[in-house]
């Protein structure tokens, strides 16, 4: 079963600060890699994707790293503010998969004014 | 503008009651799908569909079924409640990928559902 492995389960941290979230996959026919922002009460939002031929991508305050061979991405974002306090969840899906998302198991982060 | 909208956004129900949620996009999108999120479980894919007539299986499809009628509407009918299905429910739609390509999936609010 495809899995992708997700932590930790909820961070917090203070304002300005930079939280990461991991995460880990097995199936090596995944080729592209979106994280998603949920607020309460709505749905995910695309947030930053990254394909696996690069180690880094970033928008704005938000990153990602990707090691692709050990498997493993993670989300950081700079100067973190108390508005980015949401679920953060990282998704996995390859062509094999008829694009179907697999998603981690979610992220809460706190932002602490 | 176009948006993807599920109603209702709130149900409680019965055990062994028949319940459909509804999904509806504006955006033409050729692709749907059907999610239910539980804590520590993230999103599980229920049931998708690529076009009209065609519905398939995800990782958690046991107790409900899908039809696509049209391009806008995908409804996710829960044959017989039961209190495991107890989870908010999303709805989202994407234009068609190709085998190289990855299209965004627009998720809509979602819909809480309670079977009691």
């Known amino acids: 079963q495809q899995q992708v492995k997700q932590s930790p389960q909820s961070l917090i941290v203070q304002k300005g600060g930079i939280p990461i979230i991991n995460c880990a996959y097995e199936?090596?026919?995944?080729?592209?890699f979106p994280w998603y922002q949920q607020f309460p009460g709505k749905g995910p939002a695309l947030l930053i994707a990254?394909?696996?031929?690069?180690s880094e991508k970033k928008e704005g305050r938000f990153t990602i790293s990707f090691n692709k061979s050990a498997k493993q991405f993670s989300l950081h974002i700079m100067d973190s503010q108390p508005g980015d306090s949401a679920t953060y969840f990282c998704?996995?899906?390859?062509?094999?998969?008829?694009?179907?998302?697999?998603f981690g198991s979610g992220t809460q982060l706190t932002v602490l004014p | 503008d176009a948006e993807i909208t599920q109603s209702p956004r709130h149900k409680i129900t019965e055990t062994g009651r028949q319940v459909t949620l509804a999904c509806h996009q504006t955006?033409?999108?050729?692709?749907m799908f059907w999610y239910r999120q539980d804590l520590g479980h993230g999103l599980r894919l229920i049931h998708y569909?690529?076009?009209?007539?065609?519905?398939n299986k995800g990782e958690v499809s046991d107790g409900y079924s899908v039809s696509r009628s049209n391009t806008e509407d995908l409804p996710l009918t829960l044959e017989s409640a039961a209190s495991s299905q107890t989870s908010v429910y999303f709805c989202?739609?994407?234009?068609?990928?190709?085998?190289?390509?990855?299209?965004?999936?627009?998720f809509g609010p979602g819909t809480r559902l309670t079977v009691l």
């Open positions: 989202a739609s994407s234009h068609l990928s190709g085998r190289s390509s990855y299209n965004e999936q627009f």
């Open positions: 199936n090596t026919a995944f080729d592209y």
């Open positions: 990254i394909r696996p031929d690069v």
């Open positions: 998704a996995a899906t390859s062509s094999g998969s008829a694009r179907q998302l697999t």
């Open positions: 955006w033409n999108h050729n692709n």
């Open positions: 569909s690529y076009g009209v007539q065609d519905t």
